[in-house]
């Protein structure tokens, strides 16, 4: 089984492959209790929340790794979807709701993963 952050990079790449724009993997580690990553990523428009969203559950479903709660899933016109899977956390955006959300300034005291 692939530990938490080759996880983490395995769910970049398949978000990347889907033509997500701005993703980070932020190590909260040692900031929170709740998660050792949080991913995030900017969509375009709905279709590629879905598309992103189905990218990453597709990832996940191939390394046996179930979802925790999926919230804001974009059937219900939502501009943030959150896909917890206990370790990781995977927050996709549309770009308006990621700027306003500002989750790099609130967990800016965890390092940015390179990809």
């Known amino acids: 089984m692939k530990d938490s952050i080759e996880l983490a990079k ?6 990347e492959s889907k ?8 190590d909260i580690t040692s ?3 709740i998660a050792d990553y949080f991913i995030l990523a900017t969509a375009n428009n709905p279709n590629q929340m879905d598309a992103l969203q189905d990218a990453v559950e597709e ?8 979802v925790k709660n999926i919230e804001g899933q974009i059937k219900d016109k939502s501009n ?6 206990t370790d990781i ?3 996709i955006f549309d770009r308006e709701a990621r700027e ?5 300034h609130i967990w800016k005291g965890g390092p940015v993963i390179e990809l």
């Open 10 to 15: 395995g769910i970049s790449k398949a978000l």
């Open 19 to 26: 033509k997500a724009e701005n993703i980070k993997i932020i």
């Open 31 to 33: 900031l929170s209790d």
């Open 59 to 66: 990832y996940m479903i191939r390394e046996n790794i179930p």
């Open 80 to 85: 943030w979807i959150l896909m917890d899977y």
């Open 89 to 91: 956390v995977v927050h």
């Open 100 to 104: 306003f959300y500002d989750l790099e």
